[in-house]
């Protein structure tokens, strides 16, 4: 695709000159910048005849300018303080974190283009893991974000989307911000264009580990209501998209069409199971239910499953004779801990992966490149 063409007008020298080196550093692929930090240059652009600007970021000051508010065609405004409301033009906050202020400037273009196609420029080879197990508590979601962490370390780029009804996103990343998981739904269903640019407003980026995501749906309705063929789109638009390198999906622990859909459409398969009576139980019972499924769709599940046994016990280990996992083994065993494998440093807020948790999941990824 062309670059979007971003003009910024604001009289802080400093702060034109921050954005516009974070903006070229880390979008180049996405933007054509052109900065003004002279009214009288802004103007004398504006009223040439090789103005071509898809988005024009000013600050408000210069806005109540008359002149310059009569060239100005539907601008961005730079915020200091509340956001402002006026029929002419959409705003933003100033002053906030690059990633989060190149979002809110992209989601500003997506919402006043919303026929107007735009396709991504990624060249990653991209591989959907779905992250499943049909035994709630059983750490399934510590496992998807720590794999996603840990390819992070490994600088593969990676999107960490959870499609679970009731999510902990909050618990392991920042969710902040009015746009959410709900908005990207909607704006799938409502079979509108930009899909990739609407992600790129819409996503979180993890200041520590480089992790993008979605802050959770403003409710499970969202996603209850979410067609299987919906969910599918968002995910092969992602991966179409060419951007990461692993797309990890932390399902919810049922087995509907939704689920269906992400299991056909994952290039591989983490199980999560455990040792206990009703683990085993739930675990023989999906097997089956997987067995049907790929019978029926002609697709074979299991050739994409890697099966992880959390909270392993020597103490128990006779119930490992128990599973009937086909012709499937167990590939990695994290053993029982203390504590929750995924901390917190209070102090700086950092995360940190408990080591035999984190070699656990290193195991688990190389199993899965082999």
């Not at 974000?145 to 999107?159: H, I, L, P, Q, R």
């Not at 409502?190 to 995501?213: F, P, T």
Request: proline content about 2%.
């Amino acid at each position: 695709m062309s670059k979007l063409y971003l003009v910024i007008g604001d009289n802080d020298e400093a702060y034109v000159k921050g954005v516009s080196d974070y903006i070229l550093n880390n979008y180049s692929h996405r933007f054509q910048l052109r900065s003004f930090t002279k009214k009288e240059y802004l103007l004398n652009y504006l009223s040439s005849d090789e103005r071509n600007i898809d988005i024009f970021l000013l600050c408000q000051d210069w806005y109540n300018d008359s002149a310059l508010k009569n060239e100005a065609n539907n601008p961005i405004l730079l915020s200091e303080g509340r956001i402002i409301n006026d029929s002419d033009c959409q705003s933003i906050k100033k002053y906030q974190r690059g990633d989060k202020l190149v979002s809110s400037i992209i989601d500003c273009f997506v919402e006043s283009n919303p026929n107007n196609y735009y396709t991504s420029w990624g060249d990653k080879k991209t591989k959907v893991i779905a992250v499943y197990s049909p035994i709630g508590g059983i750490g399934k979601t510590s496992i998807a974000v720590g794999a996603s962490m840990k390819s992070a370390e490994d600088n593969k780029t990676v999107f960490y989307l959870n499609l679970e009804n009731i999510q902990s996103t909050p618990n392991f990343f920042e969710c902040q911000g009015s746009k959410n998981l709900s908005n990207i739904l909607y704006y799938i269903r409502d079979k509108k264009k930009n899909i990739i640019l609407k992600i790129e407003g819409i996503r979180c980026i993890d200041s520590q580990y480089n992790v993008h995501y979605f802050s959770p749906p403003d409710n499970s309705v969202d996603l209850e209501e979410t067609r299987p063929e919906d969910i599918r789109y968002l995910i092969d638009t992602l991966k179409a998209s060419n951007n990461y390198n692993r797309i990890f999906i932390d399902m919810s622990s049922i087995i509907d069409g939704k689920n269906i859909s992400i299991l056909k459409a994952s290039d591989e398969i983490i199980l999560v199971i455990g040792m206990d009576d009703l683990s085993i139980t739930k675990t023989n019972y999906l097997i089956k239910e997987l067995e049907m499924i790929s019978k029926r769709s002609e697709i074979d599940l299991f050739k994409k499953v890697s099966i992880v046994l959390n909270k392993y016990s020597l103490d128990k280990i006779s119930q490992i004779d128990k599973l009937k996992l086909k012709d499937n083994s167990i590939k990695v065993k994290i053993p029982v801990m203390s504590g929750t494998p995924i901390g917190f440093q209070k102090n700086n807020g950092t995360k940190s992966i408990k080591n035999e948790f984190g070699y656990a999941i290193d195991k688990l990824l190389k199993s899965i490149n082999s």
